[in-house]
């Protein structure tokens, strides 16, 4: 058995999500019916694809950050990857009127500002503590600047 999620469960449990995000307005129910999510386009590092992740996310200090925790996996999810190799993507992200969609890129944070900024986010969302308590890698946190 291993801790990384199977990409088969996670992409079905993923378009379940996307899915209903998109028809709800950008609201969803269930166990992340009070959390604020987004979608995140990226370009596959490898295949050149388009590939969508629904996150959780976080405004602090005025910066929309993403969390890589992918449950505290040994490995980051792919969309860390996608990112890393191209930064540009594109968000679609829950607002009064519906889900407002618009040009991001992503800048990874160093460890200095990942540090400072890790402690807001767990002090928001405990689960992440647990998660980065799961894994040896360093959980990594990525600012959504309007491109």
Same mark, same amino acid.
């Given at each position: ?89 594109? =968000?679609?992200?829950? !607002? +009064? ?7 991001? $890129?992503? &800048?990874?944070? #160093?460890?200095? /500002? ?6 807001? =986010?767990?002090?928001? !969302? +405990? ?7 799961? $894994?040896? &890698?360093?959980? #990594?946190?990525? /600012?959504?600047?309007?491109?």
């Amino acid at each position: 058995m291993t801790d990384t999620p199977d990409t088969q469960t996670i992409n079905a449990f993923n378009k379940t999500i996307i899915d209903e995000f998109r028809t709800n307005g950008g609201k969803v129910g269930g166990q992340f019916a009070n959390a604020d999510l987004l979608l995140l386009s990226t370009t596959g590092a490898k295949s050149g694809q388009q590939r969508v992740s629904p996150l959780a996310y976080f405004r602090i200090d005025g910066k929309l950050i993403i969390i890589g925790s992918f449950a505290g996996s040994p490995v980051s999810p792919a969309w860390v990857h996608n990112l890393r190799a191209n930064p540009q993507a594109r =968000v679609e992200i829950g !607002a +009064p009127r519906g889900v407002q969609e618009f040009a991001v $890129t992503a &800048r990874e944070l #160093p460890s200095d /500002e990942r540090d400072a900024l890790f402690g807001k =986010v767990t002090a928001a !969302a +405990p689960g992440f503590a647990e998660y980065q308590s799961k $894994t040896s &890698r360093v959980i #990594p946190l990525f /600012e959504l600047q309007p491109a």
